[in-house]
């Protein structure tokens, strides 16, 4: 399902650096009539504002507190793409002492989050005529890394709801992406220690543009992940996209 961004609203959480500023950049080079740059500081979105003006329309917005998740749908009535790029990462491998409180965080984070933005920004995108939902996992939600190994299944179950949305919000006229970035350039990356092969970010914003305009549901956007990407493909159009309730 192609979707175009140009002469449309978006959101995208966590806007305010790394991925998710390099996303709202391509929104808006593309075309995109406004960006609802959702954080947690509405001050640290003041270097969007200052290149692209009233373009940029910083809302508050926490994961970890349900309420600005409503609030920000409540407020964005006019988006027609939702960006849902903020994410948390514990190191913790499986045995380490606080595997099990670190998992619960990220579940929290990564997946009931993913699902309190859909619940909420579903009808919005319904009124708007479709649209699209874009979700930000990771190749980790493919291949699980013991060091990381709460953050991969967390990005593994958000991936598994991912694909469940791709039907259920299909069927409203809504495409979904979902993006898998290798080792990338932020904060996150050098926290998790791979800053040495980490790649620019601008590499996801602009595969996002890229990959709703061909209608395409799985992106692998840097080397790393092309990689990966390249080995599961098969697997992807034969099971993930395929209809296997079709006799």
Not at 117 to 140: D, E, I, T, W
């Amino acid at each position: 399902m192609a979707f175009d961004i140009n002469g449309k609203a978006a959101l995208v959480t966590g806007a305010n650096r790394g991925i998710g500023k390099a996303i709202a950049e391509s929104l808006l080079q593309h075309g995109a009539t406004k960006v609802y740059a959702a954080v947690r500081n509405l001050d640290s979105v003041q270097p969007l504002v200052a290149t692209y003006g009233d373009r940029v329309v910083p809302i508050r917005f926490d994961l970890a507190q349900p309420e600005t998740i409503a609030q920000a749908a409540h407020t964005a009535t006019d988006v027609a793409i939702v960006v849902n790029n903020a994410g948390v990462l514990r190191k913790a491998a499986p045995l380490a002492e606080d595997a099990i409180a670190a998992l619960q965080f990220e579940i929290d984070m990564n997946v009931f989050g993913l699902m309190r933005m859909a619940q909420a920004f579903a009808p919005v995108l319904k009124a708007n005529g479709g649209g699209a939902f874009v979700q930000l996992n990771s190749v980790a939600s493919l291949k699980s890394f013991a060091d990381f190994a709460t953050y991969s299944a967390s990005k593994a179950a958000a991936y598994s709801i991912t694909q469940a949305l791709r039907e259920v919000l299909g069927a409203q006229g809504t495409a979904v992406v979902s993006v898998h970035p290798g080792p990338i350039a932020t904060d996150m990356a050098q926290d998790a220690g791979l800053a040495e092969i980490a790649e620019p970010p601008a590499l996801v914003g602009e595969g996002i543009v890229t990959a709703l305009k061909d209608g395409k549901f799985h992106l692998f956007p840097d080397s790393t992940a092309q990689q990966l990407g390249a080995a599961y493909a098969s697997f992807a159009a034969n099971v993930v996209e395929a209809n296997l309730t079709e006799a």
